[in-house]
């Protein structure tokens, strides 16, 4: 199938993935009374004497803004805010499909994180939830932690903390294949981007240690110079032994290599160069950094990639519908590590230990029990560490 061809004709005739419809019939002059005036001034009176009313008496319980200003648009680049759109639509669809969540795309003109931290603190009163999605690094780091700081309702940039949730998942039950274990794994990250970051820390908060980063320059230690802030900060945490040099030189003797980077950057050499019975989990889309077929012949035990044309997709989509709709039943004010981890946890275990093989470790996009799955972990995990703004 020609998908790009599909895409085009579809986007011509539906003119926009959804629609917003109301809940009720307007048809007799009492319908007009209430769901507008007079009758709407009792529910305005109540949420103005107390704001979080709101949740109870509009649609914002249910409801996510997903956030972009259209410059690192799904492996497209910066094509602008306008041309984010069909991507941002589509974002919104997989909240409504998989999750029930309803969610509007807001595309802002502007890559000053200052006026896209104040638009979307202007507007969360509106929103139970927050999703930034496609905005560049290193910005995109700066926008997360100040709109956490200023927001009292969720913020979760999925393209740092989605990939990271899914990998996790995926590395859960890789290990069990493997036979591995999280202490004293050597790891090795290609890609020093929003999401490699994300991965790095929620990994190492499981106890991982021997942790490498590496950009397009070779490995990231402590003191290495042309360092973002970002970037400079993850170094302090990682590499605990210096390692230095080139993808190729890291890799030697690594048990997990994990790809968020570019294609074909690995060969079958530098798989054979590496631990016994590697983890590869090659993300890179839509060609990874290794085909899994290179990589299972050059001695891979467990491989997983970013493609829906072959076993063991890592797709955010398993995880943030998920996680939203756990936060948002939880009217929580934020989703921290717990939920992350609570997330990963649950996606993981819906593969049982029967069906556990290198051929399926992880479930796949469209599998029905996913998001129920997750949104009853990540609710459960709010509520136990305390962000959580009801109790059952």
Same mark, same amino acid.
């Given at each position: 199938?020609?998908?790009? %061809?599909?895409?085009?004709?579809?986007?011509?005739?539906?003119?926009?993935?959804?629609?917003?419809?109301?809940?009720?019939?307007?048809?007799?002059?009492?319908?007009?009374?209430?769901?507008?005036?007079?009758?709407?001034?009792?529910?305005?009176?109540?949420?103005?004497?107390?704001?979080?009313?709101?949740?109870?008496?509009?649609?914002?319980?249910?409801?996510?803004?997903?956030?972009?200003?259209?410059?690192?648009?799904?492996? @497209?680049?910066?094509? #602008?805010?306008?041309?984010?759109?069909?991507?941002?639509?589509?974002?919104?669809?997989?909240?409504?499909?998989?999750?029930?969540?309803?969610?509007?795309?807001?595309?802002?003109?502007?890559?000053?994180?200052?006026?896209?931290?104040?638009?979307?603190?202007?507007?969360?009163?509106?929103?139970?939830?927050?999703?930034?999605?496609?905005?560049?690094?290193?910005?995109?780091?700066?926008?997360?932690?100040?709109?956490?700081?200023?927001?009292?309702?969720?913020?979760?940039?999925?393209?740092?903390? #989605?990939?990271?949730?899914?990998?996790?998942?995926?590395?859960?039950?890789?290990?069990?294949?493997?036979? %591995?274990?999280?202490?004293?794994?050597?790891?090795?990250?290609?890609?020093?981007?929003?999401?490699?970051?994300?991965?790095?820390?929620? @990994?190492?908060?499981?106890?991982?240690?021997?942790?490498?980063?590496?950009?397009?320059?070779?490995?990231?230690?402590?003191?290495?110079?042309?360092?973002?802030?970002?970037?400079?900060?993850?170094?302090?945490?990682?590499?605990?032994?210096?390692?230095? #040099?080139?993808?190729?030189?890291?890799?030697?003797?690594?048990?997990?290599?994990?790809?968020?980077?570019?294609?074909?950057?690995?060969?079958?050499?530098?798989?054979?160069?590496?631990? &016994?019975?590697?983890?590869?989990?090659?993300?890179?889309?839509?060609?990874?950094?290794?085909?899994?077929?290179?990589?299972?012949?050059?001695?891979?035990?467990?491989?997983?990639?970013?493609?829906?044309?072959?076993?063991?997709?890592?797709?955010?989509?398993?995880?943030?519908?998920?996680?939203?709709?756990?936060? @948002?039943?939880?009217?929580?004010?934020?989703?921290?590590?717990?939920?992350?981890?609570?997330?990963?946890?649950?996606?993981?275990?819906?593969?049982?230990?029967?069906?556990?093989?290198?051929?399926?470790?992880?479930?796949?996009? @469209?599998? &029905?029990?996913?998001?129920?799955?997750?949104? %009853?972990?990540?609710?459960?995990?709010?509520?136990?560490?305390?962000?959580?703004?009801?109790?059952?």
């Amino acid at each position: 199938m020609d998908y790009s %061809k599909a895409a085009m004709e579809k986007h011509y005739e539906w003119r926009g993935k959804f629609s917003i419809a109301p809940k009720m019939a307007i048809e007799t002059r009492d319908d007009l009374s209430v769901v507008y005036t007079p009758g709407v001034a009792a529910p305005c009176f109540a949420i103005k004497e107390d704001v979080s009313m709101s949740y109870d008496l509009t649609g914002r319980w249910n409801t996510v803004a997903v956030i972009t200003d259209g410059t690192a648009v799904l492996g @497209l680049g910066d094509i #602008g805010p306008e041309a984010g759109m069909p991507v941002m639509e589509g974002k919104c669809v997989l909240f409504k499909a998989f999750a029930g969540v309803d969610a509007i795309p807001l595309c802002i003109r502007s890559k000053d994180p200052d006026e896209i931290v104040r638009t979307v603190e202007l507007l969360a009163g509106s929103f139970g939830g927050i999703n930034l999605e496609d905005i560049s690094a290193p910005r995109c780091f700066e926008i997360e932690r100040r709109l956490k700081e200023s927001c009292d309702i969720p913020v979760f940039h999925d393209d740092q903390h #989605g990939t990271a949730v899914v990998t996790l998942a995926a590395m859960i039950n890789a290990l069990k294949i493997s036979g %591995k274990k999280p202490d004293g794994l050597s790891m090795v990250i290609s890609g020093a981007g929003a999401a490699a970051v994300a991965i790095a820390k929620l @990994l190492m908060s499981l106890g991982l240690e021997d942790v490498v980063l590496c950009n397009r320059s070779g490995a990231i230690y402590r003191g290495r110079e042309g360092l973002n802030p970002e970037q400079a900060k993850i170094s302090a945490l990682t590499n605990p032994n210096g390692k230095k #040099g080139s993808l190729s030189d890291v890799l030697k003797g690594a048990d997990v290599f994990i790809g968020v980077s570019a294609p074909g950057l690995v060969t079958g050499d530098m798989i054979r160069s590496m631990a &016994k019975d590697p983890i590869i989990l090659a993300m890179a889309n839509p060609v990874p950094e290794i085909m899994p077929d290179e990589a299972i012949a050059a001695g891979a035990s467990v491989v997983g990639t970013g493609r829906s044309d072959f076993p063991n997709q890592i797709n955010n989509v398993l995880a943030f519908p998920g996680i939203f709709r756990g936060a @948002l039943d939880a009217r929580a004010g934020d989703i921290n590590d717990a939920m992350k981890i609570a997330a990963a946890e649950a996606i993981a275990g819906l593969v049982t230990e029967s069906e556990l093989g290198p051929g399926y470790f992880i479930p796949a996009p @469209l599998d &029905k029990r996913v998001a129920p799955a997750v949104a %009853k972990a990540v609710k459960e995990a709010a509520i136990s560490s305390g962000t959580a703004r009801i109790s059952a």
